[in-house]
């Protein structure tokens, strides 16, 4: 099973700075990777798939990238309602599908 | 536009099963999969298993093998998620979620979620 290892596990941040989120695999997903954004009492909402293809409705200000085992979410100017919780998951080789343990971003 | 509606929370004994269910609007519901995740209190999201709704496949999460049942019926465009013999710790929100069905080739991933079912385990 592929492990999704993310950091940091919070990021302490005030609103219009930039956030860096960061997920490695335990080997190579390839470029099947996806990010998450969970708000309290909500379900994950899709934001990246594919490593780095925004999914529709998710705003310019959300970039990401990487490949292989390193990949990188970065939210360049912060709104209010980005602070929540990210998650990365990867579908290479599934079964299994996995989530990484997340990352809160929290407001400073 | 894409809806899943989950059925209400439900409260079990330890040892008993729950199934729940997920109806599907708004799109072609055969040209797709559904996956099962679920969430305990203050943890993240852990991927139980997928079944196709074409043709009824499954792929079960090793941990949840022979406890665990997804099935669907197509003329409701619904899925199901059974899951017995439950402890404490089943105690989670668990959601559907659309996804990939490599027959059918319409490439998702988890794109559409169902709000949520809160199952609780307690003697």
């Known amino acids: 099973e592929i492990v999704l290892t993310q950091s940091p596990a919070t990021l302490s941040l005030s609103p219009g700075e930039r956030a860096t989120l960061s997920c490695r695999a335990s080997?190579?997903?390839?470029?099947?990777l996806a990010w998450f954004q969970q708000k309290r009492d909500q379900a994950p909402s899709l934001l990246i798939f594919?490593?780095?293809k925004r999914a529709a409705g998710t705003p310019a200000r959300f970039r990401a990238n990487g490949s292989a085992t390193d990949f990188t979410l970065t939210i360049s100017s912060l709104e209010p309602e980005d602070f929540a919780v990210y998650y990365c998951?990867?579908?290479?080789?599934?079964?299994?599908?996995?989530f990484g343990g997340g990352t809160k971003v929290e407001i400073k | 536009q894409v809806q899943l509606v989950q059925s209400g929370a439900e409260v079990k004994k330890p040892g008993a099963s729950v199934k729940v269910s997920c109806e599907a609007s708004?799109?072609?519901?055969?040209?797709?999969?559904i996956s099962w995740v679920r969430q305990a209190p203050g943890q993240g999201p852990e991927w139980m298993g997928w079944?196709?709704?074409?043709?009824?496949?499954?792929n079960y999460a090793q941990k949840f093998q022979g406890r665990v049942t997804m099935t669907t019926d197509t003329v409701t465009s619904t899925a199901y998620m059974e899951l017995r013999s439950l402890r404490s710790d089943d105690t989670a929100v668990y959601f559907c979620?659309?996804?990939?069905?490599?027959?059918?080739?319409?490439?998702?991933?988890?794109?559409?979620w169902g709000q949520g079912t809160l199952v609780t385990v307690s003697s």
């Open positions: 979620a659309r996804d990939y069905d490599p027959l059918k080739g319409y490439y998702v991933n988890l794109d559409h």
């Open positions: 708004g799109y072609t519901f055969i040209n797709y999969g």
């Open positions: 079944i196709s709704a074409h043709n009824g496949d499954t």
């Open positions: 080997q190579s997903v390839r470029s099947h």
């Open positions: 594919d490593a780095s």
């Open positions: 998951q990867q579908r290479s080789n599934w079964p299994p599908l996995t």
